[in-house]
Structures are given as structure tokens and as C-alpha cells.
């Protein structure tokens, strides 16, 4: 049950992600819900394994561990139209941006960006997410980017698939 109802919530994460991108809004609202949107997915992926469910409901981790267990899926390899090298080569240098995706959650942030709260830097300079650019938004249009959110939407569009 838990599964499901993450994946829920991260679908209607996904769709405020995706409105709210590429709009006048500061970026850092766009990638807060990035962050979350991956988070859930990532839990009602693991949250399959019932063993798991301690450690995946305490954390805000979980984005680039799930990568790594679908990089060997089946029903992934044939919605992303890749052979069993391809896509876990494809993952393998995804996992550098989904880290960043993945840390911009406040509690992994320390003392960096996120787009939920202010922060201070160790010099003292403070920050205001509604004015930080983030560097992230502008490699999310890249191709890099592009590979990383093509994934994502299809984990959340075709969950079904990641559990064949």
C-alpha cells in the first residue's frame, strides 16, 4: 500500500513540475517539486520490497538508488528502447545529475542551495532560493537534463513496467 500511494503523491508532484516549468515563476519552485516528485518515486519503487520500508521512509535519499536498480530492469530497457548495456551505461551518467536533484532536499543540503529555504554559506553570505539561479534549472534543458526527465516521466507514466 505504501508503494501506491507514494507513487500517487509523486505523480502529483510531477504535474506541478511540470506546470510550473519554463514559467515566470523563480526556478527554485520548478525544482522543489522535482526533488519531491523523484523522492516519492523513488520510495513507491522501493517501498515494493518489504524489507525496505524502514530505511526508505526515513530518508530523503533514495533518487539515485532507485537508478540503480531499474538501470537492470527489463520492461525499462524496452520503453526506453535499450539493450541491457545501454541503458545501465545511460544511468551510469545520469547518476552525477540525479544526485544534484536528489540533494536539493534541505536536509541534504547542509549548509548549499535548495529551493525550499534560505541558507547561509560558510562565509556568511546568505541566499534567497526565489533569487538563487540554480544552476541545475539550466542543465535540466540540456541534453543530460533532457535524458534525466525523459526517465523520470517514464518511471512515473509506466510504473507498472518497472515491476514486470
Known amino acids: 500500500m505504501w508503494s501506491k500511494v507514494f507513487l500517487e503523491q509523486a505523480s502529483s ?28 518515486l523513488a520510495k513507491a519503487y ?3 520490497i518489504p524489507t525496505e520500508s524502514q530505511s526508505v521512509l526515513s530518508t530523503h ?15 525499462l530497457q524496452n520503453e526506453m528502447g535499450m539493450q541491457a548495456k545501454q541503458l545501465q551505461a545511460h544511468i551510469r551518467q545520469l ?45 535540466l534543458l540540456e541534453p543530460r537534463g533532457y535524458s534525466l526527465i525523459k526517465l523520470i516521466r517514464i518511471a512515473l507514466t509506466k510504473f507498472d513496467v518497472l515491476h514486470r
Not at 21 to 33: E, M, R
Not at 61 to 75: D, E, P, W
Open 61 to 75: 535519499k533514495g533518487l539515485t538508488r532507485f537508478l540503480r536498480n531499474v538501470s537492470r530492469n527489463s520492461g
Open 46 to 48: 522501493l517501498l515494493v
Open 95 to 139: 547518476l552525477p545529475l540525479a544526485s544534484e536533484v536528489e540533494n536539493l532536499a534541505p536536509t541534504l543540503a547542509g549548509e548549499g542551495p535548495n529551493p525550499e529555504y534560505p541558507w547561509q554559506d560558510p562565509l556568511g553570505n546568505f541566499y534567497v532560493p526565489a533569487i538563487y539561479e540554480f544552476p541545475l534549472s539550466k542543465i
Open 13 to 40: 508532484d510531477w504535474q506541478v513540475y511540470e506546470h510550473l516549468k519554463g514559467t515566470h515563476f523563480p526556478n527554485c519552485h520548478a525544482l522543489h517539486y522535482l526533488q519531491m516528485a523523484t523522492e516519492k
